[in-house]
């Protein structure tokens, strides 16, 4: 294992994974609600992907009825609340506030989101009801974002839902590899349990390896799986001990106390894109002395959001730009990570490589061609996109589904046969 990082106090380990936005106060949420412009033809919500009702749900907070506003948020986006907490809202709804037009700072929607969702799942109220038994059955395979939202949806159409997960706890991404300090795992947890509590069935640690065998004993299948396993660097040396994939580094981070998750002292971080992010702050966090992003094009290629990239500069991450990996050096464990610059050949001392170059597709449960039964979402579908691209993805198939089944018993009840 890498040489072990400066040992932080529990006090400092939760100061450092405290949330990065912390809740508005009672009296902070009224006076920003009391901000809104209530615009009729809102850009916030046409630029949010689940098209939540900004503007309605911002003045019931304004008005006081808080349970009334998180309606409003969940009825449009199942995972309102951890989108509230990890959703990138400066390129989307607070992005398109109209604010920003007049050089004055955006509605903070985010906030005001988790204040009304927070409400809700903090007092444990029930929103939403299944709705009357259709006879109809759907599975559900991976219980992230995209196949709870449609397993959701589904249950207030009437339907019963099974939901099949590989992993020993419902959530995705946002139970296992979203940072810390934006959405912890028992928050996440929590907010999947208002979905189960429609009556959603759900089996963990179950691997479905054909959609065909379900496709046999349910009358639709919905695919959300999500992506593989991180890409592999195809340099030598990714052998060494101290090197680990970005996402089983933020796995274990969330699922143990953190002094539990081994980190280096001088941490190198292999790639750019907003999970690379996540990885270098919380190596960081953690305690590591260094914790540095190598990525091989230039500082205007970096896939990251612009915030995360300022975030992991105020953590005190370093940047290597035009640095191409070209071996991990190390005898047994991992000493230095070889690159190529524009100036030549060096190698950055290091005793951990967290590599975060992106994500495998996957393939074993591809889409039977053309089958009418089959829908997909998530990640697996749009090849990786955010928390509220998953959610509006899944209650997208939801409503397809639902119109497929409610044709489907139509026709029988005619007697017209399928």
Request: charge should be neutral; proline fraction near 5%; hydrophobic fraction near 40%.
């Amino acid at each position: 294992m890498p040489d072990r990082a400066a040992v932080l106090s529990d006090d400092e380990l939760r100061r450092n994974f405290a949330d990065i936005a912390p809740p508005l106060t009672s009296d902070a949420a009224l006076l920003e609600a009391n901000k809104c412009l209530y615009c009729h033809d809102a850009p916030c919500t046409i630029a949010c992907p689940t098209h939540i009702d900004v503007p309605a749900f911002i003045k019931k907070i304004a008005s006081g009825n808080l349970r009334g506003s998180a309606r409003v948020i969940l009825d449009a986006n199942p995972f309102g609340h951890s989108c509230a907490r990890a959703c990138p809202v400066e390129v989307l709804c607070e992005g398109a506030c109209v604010l920003n037009d007049r050089d004055e700072e955006p509605i903070k929607i985010a906030l005001l989101q988790r204040h009304a969702t927070d409400y809700v799942l903090e007092r444990k109220l029930k929103l939403f009801e299944a709705g009357p038994s259709t006879g109809k059955r759907v599975a559900i395979i991976g219980a992230g974002p995209a196949g709870l939202a449609c397993a959701r949806d589904l249950r207030r159409c009437g339907h019963a839902v099974t939901v099949f997960e590989a992993k020993s706890q419902p959530g995705g991404l946002n139970t296992y590899g979203i940072a810390e300090y934006k959405l912890k795992a028992d928050v996440a947890l929590a907010e999947v349990q208002d979905i189960l509590d429609l009556g959603v069935e759900l089996k963990t640690g179950v691997t479905v390896t054909s959609v065909e065998d379900l496709l046999r004993q349910y009358d639709a299948v919905f695919v959300g799986v999500g992506l593989g396993r991180t890409k592999r660097l195809g340099i030598p040396g990714e052998e060494l001990r101290g090197v680990i994939d970005a996402l089983t580094f933020i796995e274990h981070l969330k699922t143990h106390p953190y002094r539990e998750t081994t980190v280096g002292r001088h941490v190198v971080v292999i790639g750019a894109g907003n999970t690379a992010i996540d990885a270098v702050t919380q190596a960081k966090r953690l305690g590591a002395a260094s914790s540095t992003i190598v990525y091989r094009r230039g500082e205007a290629d970096m896939p990251c959001y612009h915030y995360e990239y300022e975030l992991a500069k105020r953590d005190g991450c370093g940047f290597r730009f035009n640095a191409a990996p070209q071996r991990i050096a190390g005898n047994g464990a991992v000493a230095g990570l070889e690159i190529t610059t524009a100036t030549g050949a060096e190698t950055i001392p290091c005793d951990m490589v967290i590599v975060a170059i992106g994500q495998d597709v996957r393939t074993e449960l591809a889409r039977p061609k053309a089958h009418p039964k089959v829908f997909e979402g998530g990640d697996c579908a749009n090849g990786g996109a955010e928390i509220v691209n998953a959610a509006a993805e899944g209650v997208a198939a939801a409503k397809r589904i639902d119109q497929m089944l409610t044709v489907d018993k139509t026709t029988v009840q005619d007697g017209k046969g399928r």
